[in-house]
C-alpha cells in the first residue's frame, strides 16, 4: 500500500482519543514538567543534541548528565543513579545482569514483569520462581507480606538451592503494594542483593512522609527501577535506575547500563528523566503531589459511594473496576469503554484498571457514573463470575532447561490440547500486564494446559492456540 493512502503516524499522534485514564502519566502531556512544555513549545528540534563534551550521557564519566543523574540520587537517599531511554525495560535488563552472571540463578516472584525473562535469555540467568498470594475474585496476584517470603526462603534452604539474588516488583500494576522493609531485611539477612521493579511506584519516593507505602531506596534496596513515565511525569522510555548499600558492586553495574543503552541517548528524554524528578522538590511541586493524591482518594471515594466496584489498593492513582463482579469481561468492558469516550490502561479478565496519572479530572466522577450505568443497560441480567482458579504454581518452581537453552533450541508448533510433557521455546504473556503465563524452557503439564486454555477464553487474541515448543 502506497504510504499515502494509510493515515501518517504523525496525524496518528494528533488524534483525540477520548478521556484518557492511560499511561503514560502526563496525561497526553497536560502535566508535562514546564521547563519540558516550553523546551517542547520552543525552536523545533533545538533539543535534539548527541553527546557534546560538557552535556554527556548516562554512562560517561562527567559531563551534565552524570552531574544531574548524581544530584537525583542524593536527593532521593540513593547513592549513585542512571537515567534510561529505553523504560524501565532496559534499566531492569542491566540490573539484573549486573547482580547475576550466566548461570546463576535469581529467585523472582511469578508476577515479574516480561522483560525480566528476556533478560533470562539474554544473560543465561535461571529464574527460580515464587508463587503469590491470589484475590480470586477478580483473578489478581498480591504482593508478598513477610511470612509469605518467609516460607518461600525456608523451601530455597531445605532445597539446598544456591540463588545469587532476589527479584520483587512492587507496586503491581494493579497498585497493590507491600511493606517492603522487612522483605528486604530478610533478604539480606542471606546475604543477598534484592532487585526492587518499582516501574508502577516512582512516585512513592516523592511522597516519603505521606502515608503510603515506603519507596525501595528508603526500604533499602540495593538496585530500584522506576518507569519515570508510567509513575511520573516524564515521556515514554523516560526510567531510573538507582543503588545503594554494600552487596552490589556499583562499577558493575555501571557496565551493564552500557550494554542496554544506544550511543545516542536522546537528550529530550535525558532532561525529561530529570525534569519528572526534580517537579515534585520543590515545595509547589509537593503540594500539588498532595493535592493531585487528595483528588485521586476523592474521585475513588464518591464512585463507591455511587455503587461502582472499585476495588482496594495501595496507590490512590490506579482505580481498579471489578467489572467480572457484575459478569463482564474485563477485556470486552475495556473495548466498550474506548468506543464510548474513555481510553482504560488495563484490561484484564476480571478489572479494568484506570491509570489517573498527575493530571486533573475535572468531571471525571460523572463520566465515569454515567459510563458505568450505560454499561450496566447494555449487560443486563449477568451474574458475578465465579472465582477465577488459581494459576497452577507450587510455592518454589525452575524450569525444565534455560531459558536461553529453550530460546535456542530447533523447536515446532503445537496445539495447546497436544502440548502435555513438552518444553516450551517461547514467552506466552498477554500485554497488557506483560505477565508471563508460560517461559521458555517451562514443561506443560495438564493442568498449567487447562489453565491456558480457560484463560484463552478471555483473550484469544493474546494467548495462542498453537504454542512453540522444543522439538
Ligand atoms: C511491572 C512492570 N515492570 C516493568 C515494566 C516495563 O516498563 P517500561 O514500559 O518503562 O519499559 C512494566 C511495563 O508494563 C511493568 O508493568
Redesign the pocket.
Given at each position: 500500500m502506497d504510504q499515502g493512502d494509510s493515515m501518517r503516524l504523525s496525524h496518528f499522534l494528533t488524534l483525540q482519543r477520548g478521556k484518557s485514564l492511560f499511561l503514560p502519566a502526563h496525561g497526553r502531556g497536560k502535566s508535562l514538567p514546564n521547563e519540558i512544555q516550553s523546551l517542547l513549545k520552543g525552536k523545533p528540534g533545538v533539543w535534539d543534541i548527541p553527546e557534546l563534551p560538557g552535556f554527556g550521557a548516562p554512562t560517561c564519566f562527567d559531563g551534565a548528565v552524570r552531574d544531574s543523574q548524581n544530584k537525583s540520587a542524593e536527593s532521593l537517599g540513593a547513592k549513585k543513579g542512571w537515567y534510561g531511554v529505553n523504560?524501565?525495560?532496559g534499566l531492569?535488563q542491566a540490573a539484573l545482569l549486573a547482580i547475576a552472571k550466566p548461570k546463576d540463578s535469581v529467585l523472582m516472584p511469578r508476577n515479574v514483569?516480561k522483560?525480566i525473562i528476556h533478560a533470562c535469555v539474554l544473560g543465561d540467568i535461571n529464574p527460580i520462581f515464587f508463587d503469590l498470594p491470589f484475590f480470586d475474585d477478580r483473578g489478581h496476584y498480591f504482593s508478598p507480606d513477610y511470612s509469605w517470603l518467609k516460607s518461600v526462603l525456608e523451601q530455597i534452604d531445605r532445597k539446598i538451592i544456591k540463588i545469587a539474588a532476589v527479584v520483587i516488583?512492587n507496586p503491581?500494576?494493579q497498585g497493590y503494594s507491600s511493606d517492603l522493609k522487612p522483605l528486604i531485611k530478610l533478604i539480606h539477612s542471606k546475604g543477598l542483593p534484592v532487585l526492587v521493579?518499582e516501574?508502577?511506584g516512582s512516585y512513592f519516593s516523592f511522597s516519603e512522609g505521606n502515608k503510603f507505602p515506603k519507596s525501595a531506596i528508603s526500604a533499602g534496596a540495593d538496585l530500584v527501577v522506576q518507569?519515570l513515565?508510567?509513575s511520573s511525569i516524564g515521556l515514554v522510555?523516560t526510567?531510573a535506575l538507582w543503588w545503594q548499600g554494600r552487596i552490589v558492586d556499583p562499577s558493575i553495574v555501571d557496565k551493564s547500563v552500557a550494554l542496554f543503552q544506544t550511543t545516542s541517548t536522546s537528550s529530550l528524554l535525558l532532561a525529561s528523566c530529570e525534569a519528572s524528578i526534580t517537579a515534585w522538590q520543590t515545595n509547589k511541586g509537593r503540594n500539588r503531589l498532595r493535592m493531585i493524591i487528595k483528588n485521586a482518594e476523592n474521585i475513588s471515594f464518591k464512585l463507591r459511594k455511587a455503587g461502582l466496584p472499585i476495588l482496594d489498593n495501595q496507590d490512590p492513582l490506579k482505580l481498579i473496576l471489578h467489572t467480572s463482579s457484575v459478569g463482564i469481561n474485563g477485556i470486552n468492558a475495556d473495548s466498550w469503554f474506548i468506543d464510548n469516550g474513555v481510553v482504560p490502561e488495563l484490561p484484564e479478565p476480571g478489572t479494568i484498571t484506570f491509570c489517573l496519572g498527575f493530571s486533573d479530572h475535572r468531571g471525571l466522577i460523572s463520566i465515569l457514573k454515567k459510563k458505568w450505568n450505560q454499561l450496566l443497560s447494555s449487560n443486563l441480567d449477568k451474574d458475578c463470575y465465579p472465582p477465577f482458579p488459581k494459576p497452577p504454581f507450587s510455592l518454589l518452581a525452575c524450569s525444565e532447561i534455560s531459558c536461553l537453552s529453550a530460546f535456542r533450541a530447533p523447536s515446532q508448533m503445537v496445539t495447546l490440547d497436544k502440548a502435555d510433557g513438552r518444553i516450551s521455546s517461547e514467552m506466552i504473556s498477554p500485554y497488557?500486564?506483560?505477565i508471563p503465563i508460560l517461559l521458555p524452557g517451562e514443561k506443560l503439564d495438564q493442568e498449567r494446559i487447562d489453565w491456558m486454555i480457560y484463560l484463552r477464553r478471555f483473550w484469544p487474541e493474546q494467548i495462542p492456540n498453537e504454542i512453540m515448543v522444543v522439538s
Open positions: 523504560g524501565a525495560t531492569l514483569h522483560s516488583t503491581t500494576y521493579d516501574a508502577h518507569s513515565h508510567k522510555q526510567a497488557p500486564p506483560g
